[in-house]
């Protein structure tokens, strides 16, 4: 039984959190920076204590005055959210070791998919495809040349530790391995501590898709239709839909049944994603990400679950409900609004919200922590809201999205808003099954101006 959760994070996830902890009847306990003194998060909470300054890593990342705010609130849990925490090894075993439940898998579990040159290792016993590639991490120079040797160039070296375009470099020919590891390796160690790199085929075109799973601590997992996650600027998702377009139906068991199969080897406990790249019919694992996915609500509007409810359940030793996953229905697609100008080269954006106007009407979803006179501080995520729409087919939610983008209203700082709509109007992206160079290959016009991706997403 949990009876209080401290919600280890902030924005538009901890307000998402609160919400489903006082449906279940549970009290909340909200960490806050000084410069989120005025959040949302912080007000709806039943109790808030302030953690430090604005820096993250002596508040949101600060592990001592996260578990010390936990012990002084008396929290049964803790919820990490996405990002900060989230997946931390370190944290979760903290958590572990003093008796408060970590809302997530085991910090074993985390720390197996934390190494992505080890979780491809994993996935690979567990009999899930993977890209053509080193076997763990590339060493040397001369590694990347021999794997170049046996799958052909190009390739693409990636860190070993992180994500996000990070420690990343696309190797064309020998010639250039030498120089993209050395790279690869320097950013990685920069970025994430660890100069640790693996190698892969590049595949282009390719599409980035993703299985949603749930599994208790009774051995069941379940598992959700695809969501296509393709619209991206430097790796970053910026728009996703459920179910993909155009993906046949024995692909889509695979990769439910690939998502299925890595949770079960691992002993999963929670929510997690098993992410994938799709080209020329075949898919390939990339990562698990051991979390809750800021794309969560497009699965929670077709299958009509509450995936943050059954977060706090497995966590209770609640055993899952095959009932839990029934049949997706219709399709639903999200859009992050970001504090971002995607006219200059997505260049972060701060400031105060002088005018907040959410859409509405039949089904039209908005989570965001925004009110006017908000001032969105400089130090964190620059999402502001993320919009999600649904209807019965891919064509109504378009002309669905559409609606809901124009009647969308943030004003007193550039958002991505305008972007949102040059993509719904796009016909390849109206046709589906767009690569993830789609923005970096086009550009996109809409009625509230020129935005000019093709030279600054790369």
Avoid: W
């Amino acid at each position: 039984m949990i009876g209080k959760v401290l919600v280890a994070n902030r924005g538009e996830i901890a307000l998402r959190v609160i919400r489903a902890c006082r449906e279940a009847g549970i009290r909340s306990v909200a960490v806050y920076s000084t410069a989120d003194s005025g959040s949302l998060h912080r007000m709806l909470a039943d109790e808030a204590i302030c953690i430090g300054p604005p820096n993250a890593s002596k508040s949101y990342l600060n592990i001592p005055a996260i578990i010390s705010a936990a012990e002084l609130a008396g929290a049964d849990a803790i919820h990490p959210g996405y990002g900060f925490l989230s997946e931390n090894s370190r944290f979760a075993e903290i958590c572990e070791r003093v008796g408060i439940k970590f809302i997530g898998p085991s910090s074993q579990a985390i720390a197996q998919m934390g190494d992505k040159a080890a979780a491809r290792v994993f996935a690979a016993e567990a009999g899930v495809p993977i890209t053509p590639g080193s076997t763990g991490v590339c060493a040397s120079a001369a590694e990347v040349k021999r794997v170049g040797a046996e799958v052909g160039y190009p390739l693409v070296i990636k860190a070993s530790a992180g994500g996000g375009g990070k420690g990343m470099r696309v190797v064309e020919s020998e010639r250039e391995a030498a120089g993209a590891f050395s790279a690869a390796s320097r950013e990685a160690a920069a970025s994430f501590g660890d100069g640790s790199v693996y190698v892969e085929q590049y595949l282009e075109p390719l599409r980035h898709v993703e299985v949603q799973v749930l599994a208790d601590a009774h051995g069941s997992v379940l598992t959700f239709p695809e969501r296509d996650c393709s619209i991206q600027r430097r790796y970053q998702k910026l728009v996703e839909e459920s179910p993909a377009p155009h993906i046949p139906q024995e692909v889509r068991e695979g990769l439910m049944n690939s998502a299925a199969a890595l949770a079960d080897s691992l002993g999963y406990e929670g929510a997690g994603t098993v992410e994938f790249v799709y080209s020329e019919g075949n898919f390939y694992f990339i990562e698990m990400n051991t979390r809750l996915q800021v794309e969560h609500p497009v699965t929670e509007m077709i299958a009509g679950v509450d995936l943050v409810a059954e977060q706090l359940e497995i966590a209770a030793g609640e055993p899952l409900d095959p009932a839990e996953a029934p049949p997706a229905k219709g399709h639903a697609i999200e859009f992050r609004i970001n504090a971002e100008d995607p006219r200059r080269g997505f260049m972060p954006q701060a400031g105060t919200v002088e005018f907040y106007n959410p859409p509405g009407g039949p089904g039209v979803r908005v989570d965001s922590h925004l009110y006017p006179g908000y001032k969105i501080p400089a130090h964190y995520d620059s999402l502001l809201a993320k919009l999600i729409v649904h209807a019965a087919s891919r064509e109504a939610a378009i002309r669905r999205g559409v609606r809901a983008l124009d009647e969308f209203a943030i004003a007193g700082l550039e958002t991505t808003l305008p972007l949102h709509l040059a993509v719904l109007e796009d016909e390849d992206f109206q046709r589906g099954g767009v690569p993830t160079s789609f923005l970096k290959e086009r550009e996109l016009r809409n009625e509230k101006g020129l935005l000019r991706l093709a030279s600054v997403s790369a």
